[in-house]
């Protein structure tokens, strides 16, 4: 069989009175990502290592923040559509696994959510996705609750 892996990698700026969305799933908070988009920062680094597993560049080549139909834009469906373009080069998602990083809130209790919603956006059992929080011991921008950093890795598998 042919497999690929890809890593991908987003951060963003947090800021008061912005919607906090993670996973596909908004959380309440009192500061959101400041982005073009909704922000979500585990979707991008999700789309970045799909895209990177298969040489594509980054979501910033496909959906460029210069580009103002994706202003303010749903993260889930930037997610569909590089679901179909993985989809497209002869690929599927075998599995997902992504860590985000920030300080507050906790985000134990919406990891159950941001696994469901990934899995149905994607097209594979929630079992087949990987959901994982830290905080930074309040170190550094995330431990400052000035951003939010997610890493991702999946493997894709030849259809």
Do not use: W
């Amino acid at each position: 069989m042919d497999f690929r892996i890809g890593h991908g990698y987003d951060v963003h700026a947090l800021a008061d009175g912005l919607r906090l969305v993670l996973g596909g799933v908004e959380i309440e908070h009192t500061k959101g990502c400041v982005a073009h988009s909704d922000g979500d920062v585990a979707i991008h680094a999700i789309c970045d290592a799909m895209l990177g597993a298969l040489a594509l560049g980054d979501i910033g080549k496909l959906f460029p923040d210069s580009d103002q139909r994706y202003k303010g834009i749903d993260s889930t469906l930037l997610l569909k559509e590089v679901v179909e373009v993985v989809a497209s080069k002869g690929y599927s998602v075998g599995n997902v696994d992504c860590t985000i990083a920030m300080q507050r809130p906790k985000l134990r209790p919406h990891i159950d959510a941001m696994r469901q919603r990934l899995a149905e956006v994607i097209g594979i059992d929630i079992d087949r996705v990987s959901v994982k929080a830290t905080t930074t011991e309040k170190l550094g921008f995330e431990g400052r609750e000035e951003g939010v950093s997610t890493t991702a890795v999946v493997l894709l598998k030849a259809l």
